[in-house]
């Protein structure tokens, strides 16, 4: 075969676990003209996607629209609700929910990790625990991520809350949705989470650029007190904006005309549906990764994400040449390998606008890159995912018809 070849054929599959691809209506509904942004038209566009978000969040409370990525609506939740010196508990689930605890330190705050191996998500118990050895009650949040993008952990955090109310603790709860929302069940209110973190570049199929804070009554109460410095961050002047349709600042006008779109998509669909597809397509490569012999990051069925699975190359196999391999050979991404497994793992991204065929071309350039990389596996992976995916499909149609 010639070599290089200076153009990649056909459409690139982005398969990292976000940014997400995006669709084609996203993509039309932000090339338009930028709108006046004090104006009427504007007003009612930004009306729409904050009432449109709550939808997502599940909460009846406003939720904060910031000109930032993820990390921005980390800092945003703790410099709102906390001081210098507060203890906020952290549960180390990877790489993400550690980049979270030293921003926390950096921000003065005296975070304490409860410890994992990087292959679970939150242990409830374990939270319960900490909380309970908190006699004085100093304690001011617990905060944990529903999904560990570094590992592809999934936590429960129904579960979560729980755990605190079982301790009888008044910390606040904080939950980093960045890689869950709009593909996984997420209910801000029911759950009683006080901030939830979100980004736009995963399951909103959005360019990156744009993250959210939902905040609870508990949460608004604590920013009248709360003393880390802010200003770009801070709630008030957002909220009250907010309420006429603008900002306090410049808006990122193409990032909201693109939301409402997302917004409306994920409605045309049916969030249930959207919430089984990304379980479906995460089950599926999981059975793949199965058949080929090979392990996910991920030990425990109970943390199983529905967003990412992290395949673990056996020993002596780099996961980062693999992943080179693949993007020269097939003209795919995968995500990389963080912490003490880096280099041993690759991350397979299904989450966003992705359906049974796109992750179908994916696994089968897994497998190819399996055989080229002369990865120790067995066949039969892509099989075992088709199988699943058609014995789901012939399912819901027996069920439609009954
Ligand atoms: N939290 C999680 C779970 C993430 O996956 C990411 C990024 O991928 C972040 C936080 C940081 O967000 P950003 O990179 O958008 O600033």
Redesign the pocket.
């Known amino acids: 075969m010639a070599k290089n070849s200076s153009r990649q054929v056909g459409r690139h599959f982005l398969h990292i676990?976000?940014p997400t691809p995006l669709p084609d209506r996203v993509l039309r509904a932000m090339d338009t003209p930028i709108i006046d942004h004090r104006g009427p038209e504007f007003a009612k566009l930004a009306k729409k996607c904050l009432e449109g978000i709550k939808t997502i969040f599940k909460t009846a409370n406003p939720v904060i629209m910031y000109t930032a990525?993820?990390?921005?609506a980390?800092e945003a939740a703790l410099v709102n609700t906390l001081s210098p010196g507060d203890r906020v508990v952290m549960v180390e689930t990877g790489q993400?929910a550690t980049?979270?605890k030293k921003m926390a330190e950096k921000l003065d705050l005296k975070a304490e990790f409860i410890p994992t191996d990087w292959r679970t998500g939150a242990d409830p118990a374990a939270i319960e625990a900490k909380l309970r050895e908190d006699k004085n009650k100093e304690i001011k949040a617990v905060c944990v991520?529903h999904?560990?993008?570094s590992t592809g952990c999934l936590s429960n955090i129904a579960e979560v809350r729980k755990a605190i109310d079982r301790a009888g603790h008044p910390a606040m709860l904080f939950v980093?949705t960045?890689?869950s929302l709009a593909s996984t069940d997420y209910r801000h209110d029911e759950w009683g989470v006080d901030v939830t973190v979100g980004?736009a570049?995963k399951g909103l199929m959005l360019p990156?650029g744009m993250?959210f804070n939902a905040i609870s009554d508990k949460a608004l109460k604590a920013a009248q007190t709360a003393k880390l410095p802010k200003s770009f961050w801070a709630w008030d002047d957002m909220l009250n904006m907010n309420k006429i349709g603008f900002f306090p600042y410049t808006p990122a006008t193409q990032m909201l005309q693109g939301l409402a779109v997302s917004i409306e998509m994920l409605h045309e669909e049916g969030l249930e549906n959207v919430f089984a597809r990304h379980e479906r397509l995460a089950e599926a490569t999981r059975r793949a990764v199965k058949a080929w012999g090979l392990e996910t990051v991920c030990r425990d069925p109970k943390y199983y994400s529905p967003t990412l699975t992290a395949v673990l190359l056996p020993e002596g196999h780099n996961a980062d040449a693999f992943r080179a391999l693949a993007l020269d050979t097939f003209n795919i991404s995968y995500g990389s390998s963080f912490g003490a497994l880096t280099g041993r793992y690759f991350r397979v991204g299904h989450l966003g606008d992705i359906n049974e065929t796109m992750l179908m071309g994916a696994l089968a350039a897994t497998e190819m890159t399996l055989s080229l990389a002369n990865v120790p596996h067995k066949k039969g992976g892509v099989q075992a995912a088709m199988d699943y995916l058609v014995s789901q499909r012939s399912a819901a149609t027996k069920q439609a018809a009954e």
Do not use: K
């Open positions: 676990p976000g990525t993820g990390t921005g980390w993400f980049l979270w991520l999904n560990e993008t980093d960045i890689s980004g570049q990156p993250s």
